[in-house]
């Protein structure tokens, strides 16, 4: 089934509003709950809106890996971003993903495991700093030289061409 089944879809089930919260929780490399809730209400402010959260939560888009923490798959999540760059800018994605490295300095305790929070942050603050991101990954990865790094600094370098390359 391929991305544009899904999508149209979803909307056709839930409407466009519902689509468009799940574009900005895409910003996000990992989410709970209540982090997707802060995003919808921070940009979809409003009860009306409440039942889309948990439309979302439960569609085929995001996907609960680990005890309540959710997310998108990569392919998918690409997609997501590219739609929601073409539609709200990358002003926006950047001010999504500010609000996650808010919601990261006022709960740093979201998350019991260490990796899920510091993949989130440097994710976001790719989006917001790129280039200090990737300072910070390579002088991280010289200091642990782990295969988890790797990773982490090739998802970056693939969003960041996502959102600042045409």
């Known amino acids: 089934m391929g991305f544009d089944f899904r999508k149209n879809y979803f909307i056709k089930r839930f409407g466009k509003t519902a ?3 799940v574009c900005h929780v895409a910003v996000a490399s990992n989410f709970t709950p209540e ?6 209400i921070n940009f ?8 889309h959260e948990i439309n979302a939560l439960l569609s085929e888009f995001c996907r609960e890996y680990y005890d309540s923490y959710y997310e998108i798959e990569e392919n998918i999540k690409g997609e997501l971003l590219t739609i929601l760059k073409k539609q709200y800018g990358v002003k926006r994605i950047c001010e999504v993903a500010s609000l996650i490295l808010l919601y990261g300095e006022k709960y740093p305790n979201w998350t019991k495991n260490n990796r899920l929070f510091t993949s989130q942050k440097i994710q976001a603050l790719a989006l917001v700093d790129p280039q200090a991101a990737l300072r910070w990954l390579e002088v991280s990865y010289c200091e642990a030289q782990s295969q988890w790094f790797r ?12 959102v600042y390359q045409d």
């Open 44 to 51: 979809f402010p409003g009860e009306k809106y409440r039942d």
């Open 19 to 21: 689509f468009d919260i």
């Open 35 to 40: 982090l997707f809730h802060i995003i919808r």
């Open 151 to 162: 990773i982490t600094k090739d998802r970056v370098d693939e969003l960041i061409k996502l």
